[in-house]
């Protein structure tokens, strides 16, 4: 039920893109109050695999609503991603003393940007005719 869901962009996909694009700025430049335990070593990386993966998933969903669908649309969506990435990996180090530039996280957001596309281009099926 909730795939389904997800897979009927509508009228208010573009509400659920801006929303998950302003948190995922936001929280990316908050800084720590306290030094993080971790579960397992390099815990943050699986966040910012998934702020990309759904930040993929929301925006080709919305542009998907607005009849801009297939691969030249995707590669635009996970390139907006992964230049958003670098772009906040470089303000944290340039901007915060408590926040720094990492490579991995930027490996990571764009490995989740690109799961991301191919899991929007799965489950978004084509429009017949």
């Known amino acids: 039920m909730i795939i389904k869901a997800l897979s009927e962009p509508n009228k208010n996909s573009v ?3 801006l929303g998950w694009t302003v948190m995922m700025l936001l929280l990316s430049f908050k800084a720590p109050s306290v030094n993080p335990k ?3 070593p390099n815990q943050d990386k699986v966040v910012h695999f998934m702020f990309y993966f759904v930040f ?8 998907y609503f607005l009849k801009q669908k297939g691969v030249k649309i ?11 990435g670098i ?4 303000l944290q180090g340039a901007l915060t003393r408590d926040r720094h530039s990492d ?3 930027v490996l990571a957001n764009s490995l989740g940007a690109i799961t991301g596309a191919f899991f929007s281009l799965s489950i978004l099926k084509k429009e017949k005719p």
């Open 15 to 17: 509400w659920l893109a």
């Open 38 to 40: 971790y579960i397992f």
């Open 56 to 63: 993929v998933f929301l925006w080709y969903r919305y542009l």
């Open 74 to 84: 995707i590669v635009f969506v996970v390139a907006l991603a992964v230049m958003t």
């Open 87 to 90: 772009g906040v990996e470089f």
């Open 103 to 105: 490579i991995y996280d």
